[in-house]
Structure formats: structure tokens, C-alpha cells
């Protein structure tokens, strides 16, 4: 089992930044990809950015540019700095983790980015 605990949503103006934080209840070497996705209302989940084990990564054509994932595998947590924040980027922020080719969410946290 692996739990995901997410920190770091709210509310900020567009043009702002926001950096959230994925803490995982196991060590993160064990994990061979980590993701963010997110999922604003009426519309399906979807993934934002990617990180693994190696460090390689990959983001989704809407944040490229703006978003980065990074993992800091000695405090088992996963950031993702998101910079110039558009009103199109508020969602419930949700981290993921696949492990064993099975896949686990954390809670979700809100994102609201006003105009």
C-alpha cells in the first residue's frame, strides 16, 4: 500500500505561482513513476506531468513551460511548481503514484486561479 498526502492548493491570482507538495508513506525509490493530474469540474481527470525514477520527465502541452515536477527521493515527497498560473488551471490537484503496475492517488487539493 503507499498513501499520498497532498499539501500546497489555494486560491491566487492569474500570473501567480503555487508549489505543491506529494508526501508518500513509503520511499519513493520503490516507485517507479509519479505523477500530477488534475481534474477541474465537468471534465475528466487528466495528467499534468510525469517524473521517474530516473528523473526524466514529461508534461502535459498545456503547462509546458510553466509547471515543473521534481522528486526529492530522501523526504519521499513530490513537488510540482506551477509559475504564471492561468484561470483554465484551476482543478483539484491529484498526486499518483504507480508502483507494482498498480496505480494510487492521493486526496486531491484545489487549485482556484482568478481572473
Known amino acids: 500500500q503507499v498513501q499520498l498526502v497532498e499539501s500546497g492548493g489555494g486560491l491566487v491570482q492569474a500570473g501567480g505561482s503555487l508549489r505543491l507538495s506529494c508526501a508518500a508513506s513509503i520511499s519513493i525509490f520503490s516507485i517507479s513513476t509519479m505523477s500530477w493530474y488534475r481534474q477541474a469540474p465537468g471534465k475528466e481527470r487528466e495528467v499534468v506531468a510525469t517524473?521517474?525514477?530516473?528523473?526524466?520527465?514529461n508534461y502535459a502541452e498545456p503547462v509546458k513551460g510553466r509547471f515543473t515536477i521534481s522528486r526529492d527521493n530522501a523526504k519521499n515527497t513530490v513537488y510540482l511548481q506551477m509559475n504564471s498560473l492561468k484561470p483554465e488551471d484551476t482543478a483539484v490537484y491529484y498526486c499518483?503514484?504507480?508502483?507494482?503496475?498498480?496505480?494510487?492517488w492521493g486526496q486531491g487539493t484545489q487549485v482556484t486561479v482568478s481572473s
Open positions: 499518483s503514484a504507480l508502483r507494482s503496475m498498480r496505480r494510487y
Open positions: 517524473v521517474t525514477g530516473s528523473g526524466s520527465t
